[in-house]
């Protein structure tokens, strides 16, 4: 017994004796609580997580491979769009510069006819002019010769009267 004695004194002076009811604490804690159940869900939990996140990239990788996919026909794509363009533009730019060179022709037939016209009537306006001036200049040569020269006055009167008589 003094053995025993020795062992109980040990175990006072080491605190061994307060962990071993910390630790009675604890297991009491842990059964009547049934952690290991918990424990269990926790981990039955994780695992499902686990699997769900398996699920997750496996659907990610295949929509990422169907990406891929739709962007390796992309660049083809994007060069039949600008080939389309450029042709569409170059159509449009021959069609533009075939209204303008007609728009031009236009331009430049309506100018040689208007400057025919206005050459016509300046043209008319000269003959105009120059026919009053004419007859203005025969009207004061016939005065002048008339009143140079009464006899021929009463000639073309005499003329005159002999003219209508006969029609």
Same mark, same amino acid.
């Not at 910390?22 to 269990?40: C, T």
């Not at 739709?70 to 021959?94: C, N, P, Q, Y």
């Given at each position: 017994?003094?053995?025993?004695?020795?062992?109980?004194?040990?175990?006072?002076?080491?605190?061994? $004796?307060?962990?071993?009811?910390?630790?009675?604490? $604890?297991?009491?804690?842990?059964?009547? #609580?049934? %952690?290991?159940?918990?424990?269990? #869900?926790? !981990? +039955?939990?994780?695992?499902?997580?686990?699997?769900?996140? *398996?699920?997750?990239? =496996?659907?990610?990788?295949?929509?990422?491979?169907?990406?891929?996919?739709? %962007?390796?026909?992309?660049?083809?794509?994007?060069?039949?769009?600008?080939?389309?363009?450029?042709?569409? =533009?170059?159509?449009?730019?021959?069609?533009?510069?075939?209204?303008?060179?007609?728009?031009?022709?236009?331009? !430049?037939?309506?100018?040689? *006819?208007?400057?025919? +016209? *206005?050459? #016509?009537?300046?043209?008319?306006?000269?003959?105009?002019? #120059?026919?009053? =001036?004419?007859?203005?200049? =025969?009207?004061?040569?016939?005065?002048?010769?008339?009143?140079?020269?009464?006899?021929?006055?009463?000639?073309?009167?005499?003329?005159?009267?002999?003219?209508?008589?006969?029609?």
């Amino acid at each position: 017994m003094e053995s025993l004695g020795v062992i109980l004194d040990y175990i006072g002076r080491t605190n061994l $004796f307060n962990f071993v009811i910390f630790l009675s604490v $604890f297991v009491l804690i842990f059964w009547k #609580a049934k %952690l290991g159940e918990k424990l269990e #869900a926790v !981990k +039955n939990g994780i695992v499902e997580h686990i699997e769900e996140s *398996k699920t997750t990239k =496996a659907d990610s990788e295949s929509h990422l491979k169907e990406i891929e996919q739709t %962007l390796e026909h992309i660049e083809e794509e994007i060069d039949g769009i600008i080939r389309k363009s450029e042709e569409s =533009a170059k159509l449009v730019g021959g069609k533009i510069l075939e209204d303008a060179q007609k728009v031009v022709e236009n331009i !430049k037939d309506n100018s040689h *006819k208007l400057v025919e +016209n *206005k050459t #016509a009537l300046v043209k008319n306006d000269i003959l105009k002019r #120059a026919s009053l =001036a004419s007859i203005e200049v =025969a009207k004061n040569h016939i005065i002048n010769e008339l009143n140079n020269n009464p006899e021929l006055h009463q000639r073309l009167i005499d003329e005159g009267v002999n003219g209508f008589e006969l029609n």
